[in-house]
Structure formats: structure tokens, C-alpha cells
């Protein structure tokens, strides 16, 4: 368990590399220079969470639920194991948000007795803590209750929402502190809990959760279970009638009939996927590997569920172009689920070390040339990402303590300057060392939740201790602690979109015509004409584009309407920018279909940032009941703003 004493200010210095950790926000455990891994964890509160982990701790949760299409909740029980880390703690304390909270026991010597609790009031964000009188002896609370129709984590679709349109659909979402709105919970990623699971769902709909699918009991019951310890942001069902392929022996993909066969075909290099990554950072440890393909409501592309990770149906573009995806998602098997941020501001190391190991692994399996070019759209993406900021801490790696929402933590900074930041110590150290050096990190730590400062610390003792020269402490903190890119960042260099740019220059500067271009464009791929579209407003690369250069584009390419959902968005984007009117009833179509947040909440930000409110507003106003809770707060938000 992580430990919150404040050390001495001498012990920082002791601490030695790791001085910044003993920065104000965050209080720190000393670390033994000498051992490979520090004995003691560094400490950063988690502002989102009303749990009081450090003194008692959920261990299991046993959930016991019936799926209700017809009211739209889950209503059951959930039975809770514990354990006392203060001697005498009496009270155990629960995150909840819109939950409707019928009886709470105790397991005491003469069997369940009913228990005291108090729910405070509801804050927006947080939800209401729930504290329950625990005694002196008991190891197991049962709450009975049932979750809100509305309940943010939760999507309830009906049969006409579906693709099949006869049996109604559920995903959830609990990251990253939605899990509260399924069940009461500790819903912090510094707590890890085992869990299991018995559903009952109406006859013909298949349950699915983010563990072991054990089958169905004699009595019709569903059951799951999760026996390595997860935070509770990994917690995930989903149930509609869906359908199962396999790939291979322990890889398959679970979606609705409609899609499944395309999806098989689309994530075949799974296997390979997995072996690479395995081969880079060690066994994967959860069994199983399973994908589903959810309805296009689904407001992520995809989301790291352990042996089950929830993808977008806007993946399956034909040509696996958009898998890296698949390995983003598989990498988080390692760095997220076996090692995990231990609070939102550090989800960087979620994320960043995923978005790194992704491009590892597509390097592995498609070579540089394809990984250079999804460094250098990420790239573009963090830079207009750092630019678009509201405030310069929300660009430091380690996130500000005061944050609004922990949602705000998952921008392409968490994410792309989080892998920067690995690559820049890969280059530092090289791959020879860097490479071990990560897989023992995964290893060392694995079911840990860990800080930004466990991760310096661990970078001093088993890597620079013995290579001082390869940086700097300031180098550092730049990328840590400090604002946007620092300058010892390394710029992806693709010749392929050097390129496109070339193309691109010509045609817009008049030198070439519309076949050149074509000729040009025979043979790019969805990351040259991702690239290409991005340029088109880009006035460094050439001429902005035009109406009239988008008509001519679009005749030759018909990239409106294109079924490439990132070529369709980088298209809209361009339309929206210029005003280009033939592009509008297939973007309304695309946003009245498609709901990755990704997509729709830059294109509603266009549309109201190019004086289509009216338009953002009409759509969205239809849109609307499609959309996952998440992303209709999200755009609510962005079209008020
Ligand atoms: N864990 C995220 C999804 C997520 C982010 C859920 C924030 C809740 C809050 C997932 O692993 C992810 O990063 N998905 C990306 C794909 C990726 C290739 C960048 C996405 O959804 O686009
Ligand atoms: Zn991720």
C-alpha cells in the first residue's frame, strides 16, 4: 500500500535524482538508492475519490445483478470484502453517484446484520460518499441497490439503436470515475480489487464483462470473475446479442452479426500483435485476449478492458489501417492494467507508456517507415493540442492538483508527450538498455499502482545511476514538470510525408495540375492522405486550401462520404474550415451515425467555431439521444462554452 508520510526535506535530498518529487504537491516516501526497486511508494492523493483506502481497503467485490432492459438499470447486490490498514478503523468509506442505495448488511459471528450508513450530499463530479459503520470484527459489507437509468457509466441502447434492431444493447464506461455510477466502489486507481460476477439478462442476450466468461449455471445465472486485482476503472459489461469468432486459440472478437466477420478479418494480426509485445515487455498476464466491436455509439475508440477490450466499429476500414488501435489498446495490458496510475494526474503513465509500446509494436510488425508516420500525426496533434491549452500546468506530464475533472487528464499531453518523453530516454540510453529497462519496470511493478515519482525514482536506481551522462536532471523535469514540448524532443522525420507535402506545395501553388496529384495520390495510404488532409490548411505547407481546390479534390479523390471514418473526420474538419458546402449532408449523416468522442467533439468545435453554431446545434439537438452520456455532456459542454 502506498504511504502518505511527509519525509524531511534532508531525505529528499537523499532521494537524491528524485528531488522533484518532493515538490509541494506531492508527499514523498524516502527511496533506498541502492535497491533495484525502491521499497517505498511515493504518494499523490486522488482528489476524485471520497474513499478512505489508506485506512480500510475493498479487496473483492462479488456483484450479484439483474440486467433490467425494461427500467434500464442494473438491480441487485454488490458483497464487499475489506481490510482494516489502521488498527480500529471504524467506518468505511464508499464512492457512489447516482445510485439508489436499498439496505446495507454486515457479516458479523451471528450472520448478516443490518448496518448503519450515511450518504452525503451529491456533488457533480464526485457523486455522494458513502460511509458505512464497519465495527471492530466484520470483513464483509452487502449493499443492495440498483444503479440510475441515467447513470453516466451505463448506455442502454434500444433494439432501433442497434444494427440488428431487435434486441436491446448495454455497454459501460467506467473510466475514469464512472465505475461509481455501476456500483458502489473505492473508485480510485490506487485500490485494486478481484472480482466476480453473477448476471441474469433476458433469454437471447449475451453477457460479456472484463473478466473470465465462466458460463451459465443451471439456475440461468451468468458468471464472471476477475481473480488478479484491477481498479475499479476496469470494470466493464456489455450485453446484446452478439456474436463470438475466434482468431486463434485465445484471441476472438465478440460484435453483432453484421460486423463480426469484417472484424475478424479487420484484428488478424492480433496474434502478432500480442507476441510482440510479449517479446518486448514480457508475458501477457491476464489469459484470454478478446475484443468487441460495440455500436458506434461508443464514445472511445477503444478502451483497455482486461481480456476484453471495447473497439469502435469506425476500426473497421477494410485495409487494417486503423489497427494500431488493436495494439494500443493490447498495450495497455502492460502499462495501465498490470502497472497502473495510481491517480488521474499521473495518467500519463497510462497512457503515454501505451501510446510508446503501441508504436513499438506496430514498428515490430509493419516496420519504421509505417511507425514514423503515427509518431508524426501524433505529433500535429500534440502541438495543436499544447497550443489549445487553458492553462500552461495542463501541459506538464504530472497534472496539476486541480484539475476539474479527472477527464481532463487524457489529452494527447498524457498521451504524445507522454511517449515523447520515452522515446527521448530511449534515444538517451538506446534501445539495448532502455528496452530491459522498461520490461523490468512492467515486471517489478506488475498489479502495482504506481506515481510519476515511483517511475523517477525507478529510472534513476536501475538506469541512470550507472549513466549520468546520458541527462540531465533539469532535461527531466522539463518533460515532467514543466510546460509543452522541451526542446530535446525528437522530431519524427517520414520521408513518405515529406512527400505528400511536395504534392501538395505543387498543386496548391499552381505548378501542377489535378493529375499530377493523382498520380502522386496512386498509392498513399490512409497515413499519407491523413497527412495530406491536415495539410491542406496548414499556410507552412503550401497554399491554404480553397473552396474551389476542395471541389477539385473532392471530384478526383470523392472524399466526401468516404467509409474511412479518420479520413471522413480530416475531411469534414477541412470543409467546416472553409466553408465548403457540398461536404455538409454527408458530415450531418457522419455525426448523426458515428459517436467516438475523437470525431464529434472536434467537429461540433468547428462547426461553432466557424459560425455554424446553428447548424452544431440543429444536429446535435437530433443527435443527441444517440449519444453515449459521456459524449453528450462532453458536447454540451463544448457547444455552451
Ligand atoms: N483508456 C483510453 C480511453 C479513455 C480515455 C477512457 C479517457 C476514459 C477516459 C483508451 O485506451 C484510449 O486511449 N483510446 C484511444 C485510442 C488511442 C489509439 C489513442 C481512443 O479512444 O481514441
Ligand atoms: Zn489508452
Same mark, same amino acid.
Given at each position: 500500500?502506498?504511504?502518505?508520510?511527509?519525509?524531511?526535506?534532508?531525505?529528499?535530498?537523499?532521494?537524491?535524482?528524485?528531488?522533484?518529487?518532493?515538490?509541494?504537491?506531492?508527499?514523498?516516501?524516502?527511496?533506498?538508492?541502492?535497491?533495484?526497486?525502491?521499497?517505498?511508494?511515493?504518494?499523490?492523493?486522488?482528489?476524485?475519490?471520497?474513499?478512505?483506502?489508506?485506512?480500510?481497503?475493498?479487496?473483492?467485490?462479488?456483484?450479484?445483478?439483474?440486467?433490467?432492459?425494461?427500467?434500464?438499470?442494473?438491480?441487485?447486490?454488490?458483497?464487499?470484502?475489506?481490510?482494516?490498514?489502521?488498527?480500529?478503523?471504524?467506518?468505511?468509506?464508499?464512492?457512489?453517484?447516482?445510485? !439508489?442505495?436499498?439496505?446495507? *448488511? =454486515?457479516?458479523?459471528? @451471528? %450472520?448478516?446484520? /443490518?448496518?448503519?450508513?450515511?450518504?452525503? +450530499?451529491?456533488?457533480?463530479?464526485?457523486?455522494?460518499?458513502?460511509?458505512?459503520?464497519?465495527?471492530?470484527?466484520?470483513?464483509?459489507?452487502?449493499?443492495?441497490?440498483?444503479?440510475?437509468?441515467?447513470?453516466?457509466?451505463?448506455?442502454?441502447?434500444?433494439?432501433?439503436?442497434?444494427?440488428?434492431?431487435?434486441?436491446?444493447?448495454?455497454?459501460?464506461?467506467?473510466?475514469?470515475?464512472?465505475?461509481?455510477?455501476?456500483?458502489?466502489?473505492?473508485?480510485?486507481?490506487?485500490?485494486? !480489487?478481484?472480482?466476480?460476477? *453473477? =448476471?441474469?439478462?433476458? @433469454? %437471447?442476450?449475451? /453477457?460479456?464483462?472484463?473478466?473470465?466468461? +465462466?458460463?451459465?449455471?443451471?439456475?440461468?445465472?451468468?458468471?464472471?470473475?476477475?481473480?488478479?486485482?484491477?481498479?475499479?476503472?476496469?470494470?466493464?459489461?456489455?450485453?446484446?446479442?452478439?456474436?463470438?469468432?475466434?482468431?486463434?486459440?485465445?484471441?476472438?472478437?465478440?460484435?453483432?452479426?453484421?460486423?463480426?466477420?469484417?472484424?475478424?478479418?479487420?484484428?488478424?494480426?492480433?496474434?502478432?500483435?500480442?507476441?510482440?509485445?510479449?517479446?518486448?515487455?514480457?508475458?501477457?498476464?491476464?489469459?484470454?485476449?478478446?475484443?468487441?466491436?460495440?455500436?458506434?455509439?461508443?464514445?472511445?475508440?477503444?478502451?483497455?478492458?482486461?481480456?476484453?477490450?471495447?473497439?469502435?466499429?469506425?476500426?473497421?476500414?477494410?485495409?487494417?489501417?486503423?489497427?494500431?488501435?488493436?495494439?494500443?489498446?493490447?498495450?495497455?495490458?502492460?502499462?495501465?492494467?498490470?502497472?497502473?496510475?495510481?491517480?488521474?494526474?499521473?495518467?500519463?503513465?497510462?497512457?503515454?507508456?501505451?501510446?510508446?509500446?503501441?508504436?513499438?509494436?506496430?514498428?515490430?510488425?509493419?516496420?519504421?517507415?509505417?511507425?514514423?508516420?503515427?509518431?508524426?500525426?501524433?505529433?500535429?496533434?500534440?502541438?495543436?493540442?499544447?497550443?489549445?491549452?487553458?492553462?500552461?500546468?495542463?501541459?506538464?506530464?504530472?497534472?496539476?492538483?486541480?484539475?476539474?475533472?479527472?477527464?481532463?487528464?487524457?489529452?494527447?499531453?498524457?498521451?504524445?508527450?507522454?511517449?515523447?518523453?520515452?522515446?527521448?530516454?530511449?534515444?538517451?540510453?538506446?534501445?539495448?538498455?532502455?528496452?530491459?529497462?522498461?520490461?523490468?519496470?512492467?515486471?517489478?511493478?506488475?498489479?502495482?499502482?504506481?506515481?510519476?515519482?515511483?517511475?523517477?525514482?525507478?529510472?534513476?536506481?536501475?538506469?541512470?545511476?550507472?549513466?549520468?551522462?546520458?541527462?540531465?536532471?533539469?532535461?527531466?523535469?522539463?518533460?515532467?514538470?514543466?510546460?509543452?514540448?522541451?526542446?530535446?524532443?525528437?522530431?519524427?522525420?517520414?520521408?513518405?510525408?515529406?512527400?505528400?507535402?511536395?504534392?501538395?506545395?505543387?498543386?496548391?501553388?499552381?505548378?501542377?495540375?489535378?493529375?499530377?496529384?493523382?498520380?502522386?495520390?496512386?498509392?498513399?495510404?490512409?497515413?499519407?492522405?491523413?497527412?495530406?488532409?491536415?495539410?491542406?490548411?496548414?499556410?507552412?505547407?503550401?497554399?491554404?486550401?480553397?473552396?474551389?481546390?476542395?471541389?477539385?479534390?473532392?471530384?478526383?479523390?470523392?472524399?466526401?462520404?468516404?467509409?474511412?471514418?479518420?479520413?471522413?473526420?480530416?475531411?469534414?474538419?477541412?470543409?467546416?474550415?472553409?466553408?465548403?458546402?457540398?461536404?455538409?449532408?454527408?458530415?450531418?449523416?457522419?455525426?448523426?451515425?458515428?459517436?467516438?468522442?475523437?470525431?464529434?467533439?472536434?467537429?461540433?468545435?468547428?462547426?461553432?467555431?466557424?459560425?455554424?453554431?446553428?447548424?452544431?446545434?440543429?444536429?446535435?439537438?437530433?443527435?443527441?439521444?444517440?449519444?453515449?452520456?459521456?459524449?453528450?455532456?462532453?458536447?454540451?459542454?463544448?457547444?455552451?462554452?
Amino acid at each position: 500500500m502506498t504511504n502518505s508520510r511527509l519525509i524531511p526535506f534532508t531525505l529528499c535530498v537523499a532521494a537524491g535524482f528524485a528531488l522533484s518529487a518532493c515538490s509541494p504537491n506531492t508527499s514523498s516516501a524516502p527511496v533506498e538508492a541502492s535497491a533495484v526497486v525502491p521499497a517505498e511508494r511515493f504518494f499523490t492523493a486522488d482528489q476524485f475519490t471520497y474513499a478512505n483506502y489508506q485506512e480500510v481497503v475493498v479487496k473483492h467485490a462479488a456483484l450479484d445483478l439483474d440486467v433490467n432492459f425494461d427500467r434500464k438499470v442494473l438491480d441487485g447486490a454488490v458483497t464487499l470484502r475489506f481490510e482494516r490498514l489502521t488498527a480500529g478503523a471504524q467506518t468505511l468509506t464508499l464512492d457512489t453517484k447516482d445510485l !439508489l442505495i436499498k439496505a446495507v *448488511s =454486515l457479516e458479523t459471528k @451471528d %450472520g448478516w446484520m /443490518p448496518a448503519d450508513y450515511t450518504l452525503a +450530499d451529491a456533488d457533480p463530479v464526485l457523486g455522494s460518499a458513502m460511509s458505512i459503520a464497519i465495527g471492530a470484527d466484520a470483513e464483509h459489507v452487502r449493499i443492495i441497490y440498483e444503479t440510475s437509468p441515467t447513470a453516466e457509466g451505463l448506455q442502454w441502447l434500444t433494439p432501433a439503436q442497434t444494427a440488428g434492431k431487435k434486441k436491446p444493447y448495454l455497454f459501460s464506461q467506467a473510466q475514469a470515475i464512472n465505475a461509481r455510477t455501476m456500483l458502489p466502489v473505492q473508485d480510485t486507481p490506487a485500490v485494486r !480489487l478481484t472480482y466476480e460476477a *453473477s =448476471l441474469r439478462v433476458p @433469454d %437471447g442476450l449475451l /453477457p460479456l464483462m472484463s473478466a473470465s466468461q +465462466d458460463g451459465q449455471d443451471d439456475d440461468g445465472n451468468w458468471k464472471f470473475s476477475m481473480p488478479q486485482p484491477i481498479p475499479s476503472y476496469l470494470i466493464a459489461i456489455a450485453v446484446g446479442d452478439i456474436k463470438f469468432k475466434a482468431i486463434n486459440d485465445t484471441i476472438g472478437v465478440y460484435a453483432e452479426e453484421y460486423i463480426l466477420s469484417a472484424a475478424a478479418k479487420e484484428f488478424a494480426e492480433t496474434p502478432m500483435m500480442e507476441v510482440a509485445n510479449t517479446e518486448l515487455y514480457g508475458p501477457y498476464r491476464w489469459g484470454r485476449y478478446d475484443l468487441i466491436v460495440l455500436p458506434p455509439s461508443f464514445p472511445f475508440g477503444g478502451m483497455e478492458n482486461p481480456r476484453l477490450s471495447f473497439m469502435t466499429p469506425t476500426l473497421i476500414a477494410g485495409d487494417k489501417s486503423l489497427t494500431n488501435v488493436v495494439a494500443h489498446e493490447l498495450a495497455h495490458s502492460w502499462s495501465g492494467n498490470l502497472v497502473t496510475n495510481s491517480n488521474w494526474r499521473d495518467a500519463w503513465l497510462n497512457e503515454g507508456f501505451t501510446s510508446y509500446v503501441e508504436n513499438r509494436v506496430m514498428e515490430e510488425l509493419y516496420g519504421e517507415g509505417r511507425a514514423v508516420m503515427e509518431q508524426a500525426l501524433d505529433m500535429e496533434g500534440l502541438k495543436r493540442a499544447i497550443s489549445e491549452a487553458k492553462r500552461p500546468e495542463l501541459t506538464h506530464l504530472k497534472l496539476p492538483d486541480d484539475m476539474e475533472h479527472p477527464d481532463d487528464a487524457f489529452t494527447l499531453v498524457s498521451y504524445i508527450k507522454g511517449a515523447n518523453f520515452l522515446f527521448f530516454l530511449e534515444d538517451r540510453f538506446g534501445r539495448e538498455k532502455f528496452d530491459p529497462f522498461l520490461k523490468a519496470w512492467f515486471n517489478d511493478n506488475a498489479f502495482q499502482s504506481v506515481t510519476t515519482e515511483d517511475f523517477i525514482a525507478y529510472l534513476h536506481v536501475n538506469l541512470h545511476k550507472d549513466n549520468l551522462d546520458a541527462l540531465t536532471r533539469a532535461e527531466l523535469d522539463a518533460w515532467v514538470y514543466g510546460p509543452g514540448l522541451p526542446p530535446t524532443a525528437r522530431t519524427p522525420e517520414s520521408d513518405a510525408f515529406e512527400k505528400v507535402e511536395f504534392a501538395w506545395n505543387t498543386f496548391s501553388a499552381g505548378d501542377g495540375n489535378i493529375s499530377d496529384l493523382k498520380k502522386n495520390a496512386n498509392d498513399w495510404s490512409t497515413h499519407e492522405w491523413l497527412h495530406f488532409l491536415s495539410s491542406l490548411s496548414n499556410d507552412k505547407l503550401g497554399n491554404a486550401v480553397t473552396k474551389e481546390g476542395m471541389e477539385q479534390l473532392d471530384e478526383a479523390f470523392e472524399l466526401t462520404g468516404t467509409q474511412n471514418a479518420e479520413t471522413a473526420f480530416a475531411w469534414y474538419m477541412q470543409a467546416i474550415k472553409v466553408g465548403y458546402e457540398p461536404a455538409m449532408p454527408e458530415l450531418e449523416k457522419f455525426l448523426m451515425s458515428v459517436g467516438r468522442g475523437k470525431f464529434i467533439y472536434r467537429l461540433y468545435g468547428a462547426l461553432k467555431d466557424n459560425g455554424q453554431a446553428e447548424m452544431a446545434n440543429r444536429i446535435f439537438a437530433k443527435a443527441k439521444a444517440g449519444y453515449h452520456p459521456i459524449a453528450q455532456r462532453r458536447i454540451s459542454d463544448i457547444l455552451a462554452e
